[in-house]
Every structure is written in C-alpha cells, then in structure tokens.
C-alpha cells in the first residue's frame, strides 16, 4: 500500500548541476502533481498533470520541466539548478473526485 | 482560483473541540472547499472536503455557510497529535483540480 512515492529524499547538488525528481503512484491516478514548499509557507504549484502524456503549467514553473511518459510517474527536472530552487518538492495525485494524495518531499538543497 | 483567509494560529486545550474558521468570500459555485493539515515537515494530510452541505467523517466536520462564503472545520476531541498547519483551500474539480495553499493556521494543541 504504497501510495505516492518521491524518489530520492535528500539532495544536495551544486549551482547549475541537473537533475530529476521521481513521483511514482500505484492507484492509478490520472491527476498528477508537483509543487514546493519553501520554509514557513504554503505549498505552490510546479506543473501539473491530468493525464499520460500531457502536462500544464502551475504558478511557478519557471526553470523546471515535466513529463508524464507513464501513468503512474511524473518526473520533475531541474536543467540548471539554481540556489533559489532550495526547497522543500511535494508530488500529489488524485483520481475523479476524491482528494490529492501526497508524498513525503523531497528536500533539495542548492549551494 | 478563489482565495481563503485564515488566522495565522490558534491554541485549543487537549480533549476539547477545535473550530477552525475559513473565509472564501469570492468561492465560485463550482468550487469545493477542502481541508489539509501538515504535521511537521510531513506531506500533507487530506482531512474533509465539501460543495454546500455540510460534511462529518471520522477525523473531523466541516460546517459550510449557507452563503459558502466561509467555512469551519470542527475537530471533536483535540488530542496533541492533531498539532499542525491546517490549510483550508478552494479548488475546481473541472480545472484540474489545482490547489492553491494559502499560510494556514497553526494550531497548538496544548494539556
């Protein structure tokens, strides 16, 4: 009983390395989503998407891309990490009417 | 996305009731109230969700205004492990379903 999993935990990457956040959900959830949650603050929305293959943008998606390639992952990566991109990343998904399903974060760190 | 406005924190005595109170004055009909709460650094936790009637489950009630424009989330029987920020959050099932996270309440469960 799964749920959603976020791949890795922890991450500490230097300026302008790359890399990619997994979301994986085992409930077959067409909605998937992303967002991030800087200290003392409510979480924003990344991307977002609502269904294989497709994707949209959320409030701040500036310097991350998405794909949906599986239904049951979504992928969040950073080309060029940038040290305001610390953070706190939070994958949700959520079927017909029910309500988002999260994650446990991912806490990213960018020196 | 309609916004909410909560109050930054409360305190409630351990065993008694806590109301959580929630303005949405801008709620369009087709928007949902729902109610998260994170604990710590955790995912957020999905507690309730309601359209214009009012809604109980086993964790919690949601007492909507017959006008939807506020809202209040009723915990029963405090207990400390109910210690949390607790999101009240208007969504559109037919876009997406985005949430938009305001700062919450932080509520303090005290002895």
């Known amino acids: 009983n799964a749920g959603v999993t976020q791949t890795p935990k922890f991450r500490v990457l230097k300026t302008g390395q790359s890399m990619t956040l997994l979301c994986a959900q085992d409930?077959?959830?067409?909605?998937m989503y992303w967002y991030r949650q800087d200290p003392g603050m409510g979480l924003r929305l990344i991307h977002y998407?609502?269904?294989?293959?497709?994707?949209a943008k959320g409030e701040v998606p500036d310097g991350y891309n998405v794909s949906r390639l599986k239904k049951q992952n979504f992928l969040l990566g950073l080309e060029s990490a940038a040290p305001s991109q610390t953070s706190v990343y939070f994958c949700?998904?959520?079927?017909?009417?029910?309500?988002?399903?999260f994650g446990d974060g991912t806490r990213l760190s960018i020196l | 996305d309609a916004k909410t406005t909560q109050p930054t924190s409360m305190d409630c005595a351990e065993g008694r009731a806590a109301n959580l109170p929630c303005n949405h004055s801008t709620i369009s009909g087709n928007e949902y109230v729902y109610w998260y709460r994170q604990i710590h650094s955790q995912g957020p936790q999905y507690i309730i969700h309601?359209?214009?009637n009012n809604e109980t489950n086993e964790m919690a009630s949601l007492i909507i205004t017959e006008d939807r424009k506020s809202s209040t989330l009723i915990l029963p029987h405090a207990t400390l492990r109910d210690t949390a920020v607790y999101y009240c959050?208007?969504?559109?099932?037919?876009?997406?379903?985005?949430?938009?996270f305001g700062g919450g309440t932080r509520v303090l469960v005290k002895p």
């Open positions: 309601g359209l214009k």
């Open positions: 949700a998904s959520l079927s017909g009417q029910g309500p988002q399903h």
């Open positions: 959050i208007v969504g559109n099932k037919a876009a997406g379903n985005k949430l938009t």
């Open positions: 409930m077959n959830h067409e909605y």
């Open positions: 998407s609502v269904g294989e293959g497709t994707t």
